[in-house]
């Protein structure tokens, strides 16, 4: 069986996509696990010679920090902290996002810099591995001092309390453990700290929206191209010298992707009676290409956060220091993800606005793509439904990271607000892949009404595909399932 060996090696984020889409086994490293174990032995050992306070080991947590522990306590302490933060409301997670949670949890834990006991990592393997997904909630985390709320829920079944899914079914963690045989963890001074720091409810939900977005920007080309032969547009557009003298990379992507996609169609070939086409046509290389850029920029901020050290205090055993800062702080990723989300956001819009023209009864195309419209109404209702959730997006992509709401007796006194800006930029990603599968619908039925004429070997191939699945539509009847059929189709499609 292929196992993945948590080390330090920098993860792509496709890579990490893919081993939890394979659901690949984890295992801890012989590198990763001598440097948990060097961590958690300096720590037992400064915490008895050391006369100051050390914040979340032996002091209270956030504005109780002034509050000094006994050493008695200290166990006591970590399991309070991760009791009393657990209380997420709202949604629970998917549990893909969860599986995502807990594989960037353990990455940051294993390099060493935490002070948790290999014992504890090695349950967060298991759990992985077993499946065995705690019972998260989407609201809750400020994304400040890390994803607190959140990652407490992820905790608790560590120490035998919570809920988690298994085998499907919700259960007390408590029973699960028992079944399986595996012992509550006694958390020792910082683990509970370590645990519950850490910005990976904000992750996971990048690295999923990342690897989403990376491929909503290929269908959206796709889908555009089909749109645009369906709509009779000139290639004049996408000639690689224009895009050239702007200079602008992701531009000169999609433009040269556009082209590859329409190599050899009839329909872009022949003469046409128009002197230009609409922007949402004409500059899909331009909308699209700025997408582009824009998820790059975000993969290189996610891909960094996915391969770094993101709680508090941090230890430095080998130079005798403990530190504490603020790598919880989720500002990269809540920026980041409000500019992914504006980013996605853009390939719906424009996407409703190519779908809206092919209905509009021009370029010898029947009023809302239908044989007796006024007994039929066609495809008219569908660009309703893309207007609603285009609607929509714009209300999401809001940026959630310019608010901040002090908390903890002002200690934690800005906030990122990365958790809201994680959970609506995936709403954004399902709302546009939806967007675009209308105006998949809509320019497969509108490019019926050129035949005999041929789109690219490219689309015709997909448009056979497709066919097998949504069959063209000759009158009025219920499209819901056509729709859905189509976000499916869609997902299906092998992209380079």
Request: a negative charge; aromatic letters at 6%; proline letters at 5%.
């Amino acid at each position: 069986m292929d196992m993945h060996a948590i080390d330090f090696q920098p993860l792509e984020i496709n890579r990490i996509s893919q081993l939890i889409s394979r659901r690949i086994p984890l295992v801890l490293s012989q590198e990763a696990e001598a440097a948990i174990r060097h961590t958690r032995e300096y720590l037992d050992v400064v915490l008895d010679r050391r006369p100051e306070p050390v914040y979340g080991v032996n002091t209270g947590f956030g504005s109780l920090c002034k509050v000094r522990i006994s050493p008695d306590d200290l166990e006591s302490l970590q399991r309070n902290l991760i009791l009393s933060h657990a209380c997420g409301t709202g949604p629970e997670l998917e549990a893909e996002t969860i599986r995502y949670l807990l594989f960037l949890k353990i990455q940051s834990l294993s390099y060493g810099y935490s002070g948790v006991a290999v014992e504890t990592v090695q349950r967060l393997i298991d759990m992985y591995n077993a499946d065995v997904l705690p019972v998260i909630f989407e609201q809750g985390s400020l994304g400040a001092s890390g994803d607190l709320c959140p990652l407490a829920h992820m905790s608790l079944p560590l120490i035998g309390e919570g809920e988690v899914r298994y085998k499907g079914i919700r259960r007390d963690a408590a029973g699960v453990l028992d079944e399986l045989g595996w012992k509550p963890l006694q958390l020792r001074s910082k683990e509970g700290l370590a645990l519950l720091n850490g910005t990976q409810f904000m992750n996971a939900h990048a690295v999923r929206c990342i690897a989403a977005a990376e491929r909503l920007l290929q269908l959206a080309d796709l889908t555009g191209a089909l749109s645009f032969d369906a709509w009779d547009c000139k290639t004049e557009p996408f000639d690689e010298r224009i895009h050239r003298i702007r200079n602008q990379a992701g531009q000169q992507q999609a433009a040269a992707n556009l082209r590859s996609i329409l190599q050899g169609s009839e329909i872009s070939t022949r003469p046409k009676v128009q002197v230009q086409d609409p922007y949402s046509f004409r500059c899909m290389p331009q909308v699209h290409g700025a997408s582009r850029d824009a998820v790059a920029y975000c993969r290189d901020i996610v891909s960094r956060e996915a391969n770094g050290v993101t709680d508090n205090p941090n230890i430095f055993a080998d130079g005798d220091a403990i530190l504490s800062g603020g790598n919880f702080h989720g500002q990269p990723l809540a920026l980041s993800l409000d500019f992914l989300a504006m980013a996605v956001s853009e390939l719906a819009s424009i996407s409703e606005r190519r779908l809206y023209r092919l209905l509009s009864g021009s370029r010898d195309l029947p009023e809302f793509l239908v044989e007796g419209s006024g007994l039929h109404s066609g495809l008219m209702i569908p660009q309703y439904t893309a207007a609603s959730l285009v609607s929509q997006n714009k209300q999401l992509c809001t940026p959630a990271s310019v608010d901040s709401i002090p908390s903890c007796n002002e200690q934690e006194d800005h906030v990122s607000m990365g958790a809201n800006a994680a959970t609506k930029c995936l709403r954004v990603i399902q709302n546009t892949t939806r967007v675009l599968a209308i105006e998949w619908l809509t320019a497969a039925q509108a490019l019926e009404f050129r035949r005999p004429l041929k789109t690219s070997p490219v689309l015709e191939g997909l448009m056979a595909t497709y066919r097998q699945q949504v069959s063209f539509n000759q009158a009025d009847r219920f499209l819901h399932p056509d729709i859905m059929q189509t976000v499916s189709f869609l997902d299906s499609i092998e992209l380079q």
